[in-house]
């Protein structure tokens, strides 16, 4: 291996083979308490807390450590507003037909609609974009690589991060996500990726009964 600039790990900690079952275990059972949600509370959550679990995504692994990513939080209600009006009238649209039926179908256990009221009522959203260049500056103008792989793991940092704090979330991805660019005061070279919804769940929040529905074990997972 060639000679790079490099650092000691000194913050790995191992743990005994007995306590590792039993933190494998800890993590299981509370990450499965995690739901996606459409019904929000109103409560606020203070920022600082926002902004932690943020820092928690960007710590996430990424191609050539470029971290192709940008976060938008939104607390501001004028554009929550917004992007709630642009995002219904893009899902109109899509559950009018322009999904398919087979689209449609499959959706049609969660009760999803084109009524999206947790994006006016839900006290966080976070846009996340991807970026097609960049690299450690903003000013780098680099090819990004494994980008869509990069940003889904921070995705899923973020979405645990808010998880471990005791908040809520629904990921939402309205097709198409542009106009989040106008809204956000993003340029050409970002990408919404995803809108992520955080906050309390309101007192009648529910879950679908099919998204509780788990793959047996030995259907998603081998060992050779």
């Known amino acids: 291996m060639k000679n790079h600039d490099c650092s000691p790990l000194t913050d790995f900690i191992e743990y005994p083979s007995n306590e590792m079952l039993k933190r494998s275990e800890q993590f299981y059972d509370d990450i499965k ?6 019904s929000f509370s ?3 959550v203070d920022k600082a807390i926002i902004e932690n679990c943020i820092k928690a995504a960007a710590s996430a692994p990424s191609g050539a450590n470029h971290q192709p990513w940008h976060f ?3 607390h501001s209600s ?5 992007i709630r009006h642009q995002a219904e009238l893009h899902e109109q649209g899509f559950y009018d037909g322009r999904a ?6 499959a959706l049609k256990p969660l009760g999803t609609d084109a009524n999206k009221p947790y994006l006016e009522h839900a006290p966080w959203l976070i846009a996340i974009f991807s970026q097609k260049r960049g690299g450690l500056t903003v000013d780098d103008q680099n090819s990004n690589y494994y980008v869509h792989e990069s940003v889904g793991i921070a995705t899923g940092f973020l979405i645990n991060a808010l998880h471990s704090c005791g908040l809520a979330t629904l990921t939402h ?3 198409p996500m542009s106009f989040l660019n106008k809204i956000c005061n993003r340029g050409d070279n970002d990408r919404a990726y995803m ?3 955080a906050g309390y769940p309101a007192k009648d929040a529910t879950i679908p009964a099919h ?3 788990k793959k047996p074990f030995t259907d998603i997972a081998t060992f050779l």
Not at 33 to 38: A, C, G, M, Q
Not at 78 to 82: T, Y
């Open 33 to 38: 308490r995690r739901h996606s949600i459409r």
């Open 42 to 44: 109103d409560r606020d």
């Open 72 to 74: 938008v939080a939104i």
């Open 78 to 82: 004028e554009i929550k507003k917004q």
């Open 100 to 105: 398919g039926d087979e689209w449609l179908d």
């Open 173 to 175: 991805t309205p097709k």
């Open 195 to 197: 809108l992520l919804i």
């Open 211 to 213: 998204a509780q529905l």
